[in-house]
């Protein structure tokens, strides 16, 4: 039963996240790049983070409830000489770099966005979407096989 319960929020969660990058890199993004216009981007934003960072933080919790069930011993998740381990390696790197990608645009892009520079978060806005989809890539390669290991 946990495990089920686990599953259902981890996946709303990856809907949620992933599925809002991608309307925000492929929508939203390329009108505000054509109208040079961040307060496009800054409007979906302010909407979307009430959903999009609750649903990565429940990934978050999730996710490490669910590595510890495919694999209790923590000192083994980044031994890569298995497959569950090489895939809750690669899924703790990829939410790593996530955060920082997170926290950079937060607090160093987002405070100084402009027309002239809306093409530096427009990079992040899409690395961000090529890690959520990577994210659920793992997932499901973890579950079924096929794209990693």
Known sequence: MEYGILILFHLLGAAVWTGGHLVLALSVLPLALKERNPEIIHR???RYERVGIPALVVQILTGLRLAMLFQPNVSEWF???DRVSAHIALKLGLLAVTLVLALHARLRLVPRLNRDNLGYLAGHIVAVTVLA???VLVGVSLR???FVW
């Open 144 to 146: 079924i096989g096929g």
């Open 44 to 46: 979906f934003e302010e």
């Open 133 to 135: 989809v990577s994210f």
């Open 79 to 81: 031994q890569l000489g």
